[in-house]
Protein backbone atom coordinates (compact mmCIF):
# COMPACT_ATOMS: atom_id res chain seq x y z
CA UNK A 1 0.00 0.00 0.00
CA UNK A 2 1.17 3.49 -0.81
CA UNK A 3 1.76 5.85 1.99
CA UNK A 4 2.76 9.67 1.36
CA UNK A 5 3.61 11.96 4.19
CA UNK A 6 3.93 15.60 3.51
CA UNK A 7 5.65 17.89 5.15
CA UNK A 8 6.79 21.41 5.70
CA UNK A 9 4.80 23.84 5.55
CA UNK A 10 4.24 26.86 7.54
CA UNK A 11 3.31 30.76 7.84
CA UNK A 12 6.07 32.92 5.43
CA UNK A 13 5.69 36.17 4.69
CA UNK A 14 5.01 37.55 1.29
CA UNK A 15 8.30 37.22 -1.25
CA UNK A 16 9.52 34.38 0.90
CA UNK A 17 10.10 30.39 0.23
CA UNK A 18 9.22 27.49 1.41
CA UNK A 19 10.43 23.83 0.38
CA UNK A 20 7.78 20.96 0.78
CA UNK A 21 8.53 17.47 0.85
CA UNK A 22 7.00 14.01 0.51
CA UNK A 23 8.08 10.76 1.84
CA UNK A 24 6.54 7.62 -0.02
CA UNK A 25 7.28 4.46 1.05
CA UNK A 26 5.38 1.09 -0.43
CA UNK A 27 5.55 2.58 -4.41
CA UNK A 28 6.96 -0.59 -5.91
CA UNK A 29 6.72 0.95 -9.87
CA UNK A 30 9.37 3.31 -11.48
CA UNK A 31 6.73 4.49 -13.85
CA UNK A 32 3.94 6.78 -12.65
CA UNK A 33 3.02 10.16 -12.24
CA UNK A 34 3.58 12.47 -9.03
CA UNK A 35 2.35 15.76 -8.07
CA UNK A 36 1.76 18.58 -5.78
CA UNK A 37 -2.06 20.01 -5.27
CA UNK A 38 -3.35 22.74 -3.21
CA UNK A 39 -7.09 23.77 -1.86
CA UNK A 40 -7.13 27.08 -0.87
CA UNK A 41 -9.90 28.03 1.77
CA UNK A 42 -13.40 27.84 0.43
CA UNK A 43 -11.87 26.86 -2.82
CA UNK A 44 -11.67 23.52 -5.09
CA UNK A 45 -8.49 21.43 -5.29
CA UNK A 46 -6.36 22.19 -7.93
CA UNK A 47 -3.01 21.30 -9.56
CA UNK A 48 -0.20 23.11 -8.81
CA UNK A 49 2.88 20.93 -10.70
CA UNK A 50 3.17 16.94 -11.83
CA UNK A 51 6.17 15.26 -12.05
CA UNK A 52 6.77 11.90 -14.76
CA UNK A 53 9.15 8.93 -14.82
CA UNK A 54 10.74 10.55 -17.55
CA UNK A 55 11.27 13.96 -15.34
CA UNK A 56 9.19 15.52 -17.61
CA UNK A 57 7.13 18.05 -15.31
CA UNK A 58 4.08 20.24 -15.92
CA UNK A 59 3.01 23.80 -13.82
CA UNK A 60 -0.29 25.60 -13.06
CA UNK A 61 0.12 28.90 -14.90
CA UNK A 62 0.06 30.77 -11.63
CA UNK A 63 3.37 29.19 -10.26
CA UNK A 64 5.46 28.98 -13.06
CA UNK A 65 8.33 30.60 -12.44
CA UNK A 66 8.68 30.57 -9.04
CA UNK A 67 7.85 26.65 -8.20
CA UNK A 68 9.78 23.64 -8.90
CA UNK A 69 8.96 19.82 -8.23
CA UNK A 70 11.68 17.64 -8.29
CA UNK A 71 12.19 13.96 -6.66
CA UNK A 72 14.82 11.77 -5.39
CA UNK A 73 14.41 8.57 -5.86
CA UNK A 74 17.13 7.40 -3.80
CA UNK A 75 15.44 8.89 -0.46
CA UNK A 76 11.70 8.16 -1.84
CA UNK A 77 10.79 11.51 -1.94
CA UNK A 78 8.86 14.65 -3.92
CA UNK A 79 9.76 18.07 -3.33
CA UNK A 80 8.02 21.35 -4.03
CA UNK A 81 10.56 24.20 -3.70
CA UNK A 82 8.29 27.68 -3.33
CA UNK A 83 9.54 30.64 -3.74
CA UNK A 84 8.12 34.04 -4.62
CA UNK A 85 5.34 33.30 -2.27
CA UNK A 86 2.42 35.12 -2.60
CA UNK A 87 -0.84 35.83 -0.06
CA UNK A 88 -2.64 33.80 -2.56
CA UNK A 89 -0.63 30.83 -2.67
CA UNK A 90 -1.99 30.25 0.97
CA UNK A 91 -3.70 26.66 0.92
CA UNK A 92 -3.17 23.25 1.98
CA UNK A 93 -0.62 21.53 -0.20
CA UNK A 94 -1.46 17.76 -1.26
CA UNK A 95 1.06 15.19 -2.56
CA UNK A 96 -0.48 12.84 -5.20
CA UNK A 97 0.93 9.48 -6.92
CA UNK A 98 -0.30 6.79 -9.38
CA UNK A 99 1.66 3.91 -10.27
CA UNK A 100 1.75 1.73 -13.19
CA UNK A 101 0.84 5.09 -15.10
CA UNK A 102 2.97 5.85 -18.73
CA UNK A 103 4.93 9.19 -18.92
CA UNK A 104 3.08 10.02 -21.64
CA UNK A 105 -0.62 10.52 -20.08
CA UNK A 106 0.56 12.31 -16.94
CA UNK A 107 -1.56 15.15 -16.42
CA UNK A 108 -2.58 17.58 -14.06
CA UNK A 109 -5.90 16.38 -13.63
CA UNK A 110 -7.03 15.24 -9.91
CA UNK A 111 -8.58 11.88 -11.61
CA UNK A 112 -5.83 10.38 -12.20
CA UNK A 113 -4.08 10.02 -8.92
CA UNK A 114 -5.17 7.38 -6.25
CA UNK A 115 -3.10 7.61 -3.43
CA UNK A 116 -2.64 11.12 -1.56
CA UNK A 117 -1.10 12.42 1.41
CA UNK A 118 -2.84 14.35 4.73
CA UNK A 119 -1.61 17.57 3.54
CA UNK A 120 0.63 20.47 5.11
CA UNK A 121 -0.28 24.10 5.64
CA UNK A 122 0.98 26.47 4.16
CA UNK A 123 -0.02 30.45 4.77
CA UNK A 124 1.31 33.25 3.37
CA UNK A 125 1.06 37.02 5.02
CA UNK A 126 0.97 40.26 3.19
Known amino acids: QVQLVESGGGSVQAGGSLRLSCVVS????????MAWFRQPPGKERGAVAIIDSTGGTSYADSVKGRFTISEDSAKNSLYLQMNSLKPEDTAMYYCAARQYYAAALCRMVEGIFDNWGQGTQVTVSS
Open 26 to 33: GYTDSSGC
